[in-house]
């Protein structure tokens, strides 16, 4: 045989594999995941159906978003309440540009 990469790689992952399932969590981690896929492959429309309800909580998305819009608010409301602060803000965003422009060039 003249490429051992393959044969190499698939005995290394079966090592690998085999000196982590010495630790206990990840051997129960196995057998429960195991457990899981056998009664989802039986049992189909358990699997549809578990996706298809709601979780109870936001998704990571929708998280996200509330975040942008609570920074956006708090911006807006410090621009309002605050304009020399805007202004303030606004000439240090001028003079690091002016800076980083004289640094390109």
């Given at each position: 045989?003249?490429?051992k990469?393959?044969?190499?790689?698939?005995?290394?992952?079966?090592?690998?594999?085999?000196?982590?399932?010495?630790?206990?969590?990840?051997?129960?981690?196995?057998?429960?995941?195991?457990?899981?896929?056998?009664?989802?492959?039986?049992?189909?429309?358990?699997?549809?159906?578990?996706?298809?309800?709601?979780?109870?909580?936001?998704?990571?998305?929708?998280?996200?978003?509330?975040?942008?819009?609570?920074?956006?608010?708090?911006?807006?409301?410090?621009?309002?309440?605050?304009?020399?602060?805007?202004?303030?803000?606004?000439?240090?965003k001028?003079?690091?540009?002016?800076?980083?422009?004289?640094?390109?060039?």
């Amino acid at each position: 045989m003249k490429n051992k990469l393959v044969p190499a790689i698939v005995i290394g992952a079966a090592v690998g594999g085999l000196i982590a399932l010495i630790d206990k969590g990840t051997r129960d981690s196995v057998v429960s995941n195991t457990k899981s896929i056998k009664h989802y492959a039986s049992n189909p429309d358990d699997l549809k159906q578990r996706f298809n309800e709601p979780s109870g909580e936001p998704s990571k998305v929708e998280m996200i978003k509330d975040e942008v819009l609570f920074w956006k608010d708090t911006i807006e409301e410090i621009r309002r309440n605050n304009p020399e602060l805007e202004r303030a803000i606004m000439d240090a965003k001028d003079t690091f540009q002016a800076k980083r422009e004289k640094k390109l060039n």
